[in-house]
């Protein structure tokens, strides 16, 4: 995993937190609170509002009945005892102003607020406002889609959304709505791109107890890989800093024609944009047996999840890996979501994509075929390389349709700094052969082993020019600096950092800008984690 950028180099941390912001992102969420509710809610404070107004009737009826009663015996008591014409009759005055201001008084306390007795005064005129309409079921999506795009920032969507409905002019609800994501929209800064942090992890570990086992892989998958805890506990941690994930592609957009342009990023005072990726997504065949999924499926809900070989030969489904746990998290969690963003899968193809065995090799069998692929396809007599692709296909387009993006990891994980271009040109048409059509394309390349083309210059020579002839607009490579973005004219560049094992143990300091490492470091983890090279 090199590094080809000091970690010196613009190291400056960007996560003010003062007393001021604080309090703007909680005023910011009960504004949420009240703009943000749906017809259960406005119809429980609807509820409320008529059990007050029919308790202080009842109050009052009450006390005009007692009041009767009082009078009626003060006037027997006031015959008894010698009151006669208009003595009785000023007794009788009195006593009805003494009830009437009794009345009064308990229709309007003391203790009712001011916002409170004015809602009760609306509430019994002669001539009341009409309540507000509950929302019909087709409308009631709409809002509810509408908020969603809101706490994802997206709020020209929303607007655009409730606007579209035809009882938008008519409707309180929705324009009070707009409004108040029009006010959001107005308050949102515009982040620095080159202050965007791009993180990234392998394949989580699901079981620990296997793939720290004292084996040969076991250094190995402590240096670079991440347990399924540290991965929650960095993401929640994330989280509660005002991280939000954003796409590659919001920070700048390629033309037709491969011209790099700018791109921009409003968010909320407070939150922080970061980028997301995770590599050889693929689930090797070295992997079996020791503690990770052994692909990615489509549940019967749609949904994007894990399969795990038990011990027992059993498939568990769940959620083992990066991809299921951010779509969990950002289901609970919205606003982590920029505009739908979720995160790159960097993908290899040589033993396949998503733990399917999508290689055109595993059908040809070549003489030079692997063992573990020999060894596969004997313990899978019935393989199909069709049946393969069109799962793998399915899985891809539901993973898109949740806002991840695909990169090429090259088909045969090659340090590109290495290898020559006849090989960089003959592994590229493998991986456009084998993986594009499954994933629909992909303009972005992510470098296998952290290598790079060049050093922090600008990209130039051959291989950076037959890379982008096949279409290559964005550029990855691993760097341990906080940001390293290059926006050039004809390509996207940005350094990205590991949360990994290595990094946890032997470099801490570099990543409080996001999480306490020693707080997250998993105690089954082997220590120490061995170090590069």
Request: hydrophobic share 30%; charged share 30%; aromatic share 12%.
């Amino acid at each position: 995993m090199s590094e080809l950028k000091p970690d010196s180099e613009n190291t400056e941390e960007r996560l003010p937190e003062t007393v001021e912001q604080e309090k703007e992102q909680s005023a910011a969420s009960e504004d949420e609170d009240f703009f943000y509710d749906d017809n259960d809610a406005y119809e429980a404070r609807r509820a409320a509002r008529l059990e007050r107004r029919n308790k202080a009737h009842r109050r009052r009826k009450r006390i005009r009945i007692a009041g009767s009663v009082i009078i009626a015996a003060a006037a027997a008591v006031g015959i008894g005892i010698g009151f006669y014409g208009e003595e009785l009759q000023t007794f009788f005055t009195e006593q009805k102003t003494k009830i009437t201001e009794m009345v009064e008084s308990e229709a309007t306390p003391a203790a009712v607020q001011p916002e409170q007795k004015t809602e009760a005064e609306s509430e019994n005129t002669a001539t009341p406002e009409p309540e507000q309409e509950t929302l019909s079921k087709e409308d009631k999506a709409l809002y509810m889609q509408a908020k969603h795009y809101a706490q994802q920032y997206d709020y020209d969507k929303a607007i655009e959304l409730l606007k579209s409905s035809p009882s938008y002019k008519t409707n309180t609800k929705f324009r009070k709505a707009a409004k108040k994501y029009k006010e959001k929209k107005d308050s949102c800064v515009s982040w620095p791109l080159d202050q965007v942090t791009h993180v990234f992890y392998h394949t989580l570990i699901k079981d620990t107890s296997k793939a720290f086992d004292g084996d040969y892989k076991s250094g190995d998958y402590d240096q670079v890989m991440t347990t399924i805890d540290e991965f929650n506990q960095i993401t929640q941690s994330m989280y509660d800093k005002g991280y939000v994930m954003v796409s590659i592609y919001d920070m700048a957009t390629a033309d037709e024609n491969g011209n790099m342009n700018m791109g921009e990023i409003l968010l909320p005072p407070g939150k922080v944009p970061f980028v997301l990726s995770q590599d050889d997504v693929c689930y090797y065949h070295y992997m079996d047996g020791d503690g990770f999924a052994s692909k990615l499926v489509v549940d019967e809900k749609g949904k994007v999840r894990n399969e795990y070989v038990e011990d027992d030969g059993s498939i568990s489904t769940g959620d083992y890996d990066m991809v299921p746990l951010i779509d969990r998290f950002v289901e609970e969690h919205p606003d982590f979501s920029y505009r739908g963003a979720k995160g790159i899968v960097a993908l290899t193809g040589y033993n396949g994509i998503l733990g399917y065995r999508t290689d055109s090799s595993y059908e040809t069998r070549p003489d030079d075929l692997d063992a573990d692929k020999v060894k596969w396809l004997d313990e899978h007599p019935d393989f199909d390389l069709n049946t393969e692709r069109e799962n793998a296909a399915r899985v891809a387009q539901a993973m898109k349709d949740e806002g991840w993006l695909f990169a090429s990891h090259t088909w045969g994980h090659q340090n590109v700094s290495q290898v020559s271009l006849e090989r960089l040109q003959a592994d590229t048409q493998k991986f456009k052969e084998n993986v594009d059509p499954l994933i629909g394309g992909t303009d972005i390349i992510i470098f296998a082993f952290g290598a790079d083309l060049t050093g922090a210059e600008d990209y130039s020579g051959e291989k950076f020019e037959y890379l982008k002839s096949q279409g290559y607009n964005y550029y990855c490579n691993v760097d341990s600096s906080q940001y390293f973005v290059q926006i050039r004219s004809n390509y996207f560049r940005q350094g990205r950092r590991n949360l990994d094992g290595y990094r946890m143990y032997y470099n801490p300091e570099l990543l409080t800008d996001l999480f306490d490492a020693q707080s997250v470091f998993d105690s089954s983890r082997p220590v120490p984690v061995p170090a590069m090279g």
